[in-house]
């Protein structure tokens, strides 16, 4: 049964990013049946235009029916950005242009920028709980994740192995992206503690036996894989001391529970802790995207230890989202939200927790977290 996806097509021409199975060529298939289709993950297409780019040209100049042209995973050839930047110059009516990504590793050294002003960016997410509708579970969502391929997969578990093992060897072993391979499998294990953490690269690189420079590197690769996000310090008209590390996500939990290690000195309500707040904040990135809000994802936390998990902030509204994974609310659980207040009282308060009631405590309104993702529609208001 197909699934409608938010993402709504711009009337220009336009990038798409998304990690490798989240369903970006699926949508533009449906969405653009009669395209002139360019899939650059085939080697020969791939081989042919690097060795002739002005090819793509001619491809265009082929097919004057088509008015949608698609370069699907374009950073498998970047040169091409420069045709396309000349076709979309040279053309005024020309056909679009939309152009995927899953790396944008090579885009940023191939410059991008040329298209500044001539494409906009749009990205594609894993599963949001209300596009699954009655489908969605929150365990298995906890468990292994709403990437598509993975969801719609008989073996969602071996599936997800299999998606962790297939960036590190196309992506990172064929591409050169990493010097040791090795090395770079033990950072993925490190930083996975680090999920829904605020990230200290030091701690990481010491874990790893490593410098902290080839650290740096290796989140660089892991962020321009599009398989992870890091949230920025909230500090508008910031009145205390602040912290200055960001917080680190994998784009997935499901990802994130792939790549944790879990042992018997392990609790398994700190994993669990830490799976629920990434699936919020993955949702919370969805939602902000498609919704195409003015609103920027950030966190708040003092030097004294008060903290509140996520901030929304823009033209759009001004939220603060704490997230347990406790079936009721404990004062411990406010304290946050609470300070936040103290210092912003124009923001709205959220406490999302695993019970099944809504309340209202003074400013806080404390929803149920499966409620809240479900009822976290784009263009519709925030819950």
């Known amino acids: 049964m197909s699934i409608t996806r938010p993402l709504r097509p711009p009337d220009h021409h336009y990038f798409l990013f998304g990690p490798r199975g989240t369903g970006k060529s699926t949508w533009l298939r449906e969405t653009y049946p009669h395209a002139l289709w360019i899939d650059l993950l085939a080697p020969e297409v ?11 040209r ?3 100049s082929g097919s004057p029916e088509k008015t949608v042209v698609v370069l699907d ?24 242009f939309v152009l995927t990504g899953s790396s944008a590793r090579k885009l940023k050294r191939a410059g991008v920028d040329l298209l500044a002003g001539r494409a906009l960016v749009r990205r594609m997410h894993p599963f949001l709980a209300a596009e699954l509708g009655d489908r969605f579970d929150l365990e298995s969502a906890l468990n292994r994740g709403t990437i598509p391929l993975v969801w719609s997969s008989p073996d969602p578990r071996g599936a997800l192995a299999a998606y962790v093992g297939l960036y590190l ?15 770079f ?8 503690f680090s999920h829904g953490a605020v990230l200290n690269l030091s701690e990481v690189a010491r874990d790893c036996q490593v410098n902290r420079k080839t650290v740096e590197g290796h989140l660089e690769v892991l962020l321009d894989l599009l398989l992870a996000f890091v949230v920025p310090v909230f500090t508008r008209r910031a009145k205390r001391r602040l912290t200055s590390h960001p917080k680190f996500y994998w784009f997935d939990a499901g990802v994130f529970r792939a790549t944790r290690l879990a042992g018997p000195l392990d609790r398994p309500e700190e994993i669990a802790g830490a799976a629920l707040e990434g699936l919020v904040a993955q949702h919370l990135r969805a939602f902000i995207d498609y919704s195409d809000l003015d609103l920027a994802l950030s966190f708040w936390r003092t030097s004294s230890g008060n903290e509140v998990d996520f901030v929304l902030y823009g033209s759009a509204g001004f939220w ?6 406790a079936a009721t609310v404990r004062p411990a659980d406010l304290r946050g939200l609470r300070a936040f207040a103290e210092d912003y009282p124009e923001a709205q308060l959220r406490l999302l927790y695993r019970g099944s009631d809504a309340l209202q405590i003074g400013p806080v309104r404390c929803l149920p977290v499966e409620g809240f993702l479900r009822g976290l529609r784009p263009g519709a208001p925030l819950p």
């Open 320 to 325: 603060a989202f704490e997230v347990t994974h």
């Open 73 to 96: 995973e374009v950073q498998k050839a970047p040169i091409l950005l420069d045709v396309v930047h000349d076709l979309i110059e040279r053309n005024a009516v020309g056909p679009r």
């Open 46 to 56: 791939t081989r042919t235009l690097l060795a002739r780019p002005e090819r793509l």
């Open 185 to 192: 499998s033990r950072f993925l294990e490190s930083v996975s």
């Open 169 to 183: 060897r196309e992506e990172v072993q064929l591409e050169g992206l990493v010097r040791q391979v090795g090395a």
């Open 58 to 60: 001619e491809l265009v």
